[in-house]
């Protein structure tokens, strides 16, 4: 699983200077995709695909957490229900369900990045351009940091997550 990093940058000439710093940097040119803003045409950037500017990680990660509080709130009534009926097997198999679940959001939520396209969606209703940089977790510090050192008009706008793979 990749790091996504989010770039908000004021116009195309800007957004390709750092593209090519980051190609000079060893970023293959298809971890790169940008968004424009509203009015904004894409050039020579490589545009993000349909997945990626519908923020589906962003649905799917809301859609594992909600599923991961139903499941957890579930084993708890289970809990209470099988402690009531004095019933030993059911107390000990919703502790354990009650347990995996706190434990993986605890690791969700300690772990994973979260931010998301839609926290930028202000920026991409002016005439800004969002660079989405996809770089193996290793090389997260070091991209940010290029970026930030060569380039002061990028903000940045936060890491996530991604999966090559499934194209998100």
């Not at 499941?71 to 347990?99: D, R, T």
């Amino acid at each position: 699983m990749y790091r996504r990093l989010y770039f908000v940058l004021p116009d195309e000439f800007h957004a390709l200077q750092v593209m090519r710093q980051m190609e000079a940097h060893g970023v293959n040119r298809d971890r790169i995709h940008a968004i424009p803003g509203h009015g904004t045409t894409l050039g020579q950037l490589p545009p993000a695909s349909l997945r990626q500017q519908q923020d589906i990680a962003g649905r799917i990660e809301k859609i594992l957490w909600m599923t991961n509080m139903v499941i957890f709130f579930l084993a708890l009534i289970g809990l209470i229900q099988a402690l009531a009926s004095q019933s030993i097997i059911g107390s000990v198999v919703a502790i354990l369900v009650v347990g995996a679940t706190l434990g993986g959001g605890v690791l969700f939520a300690a772990r994973v990045p979260d931010t998301h396209l839609g926290e930028l969606r202000g920026a991409l209703s002016h005439d800004d351009i969002v660079l989405m940089v996809d770089v193996p977790k290793t090389r997260v510090h070091e991209i940010g940091e290029i970026v930030e050192r060569n380039h002061p008009e990028v903000t940045a706008g936060g890491v996530g997550w991604a999966v090559s793979a499934l194209g998100i």
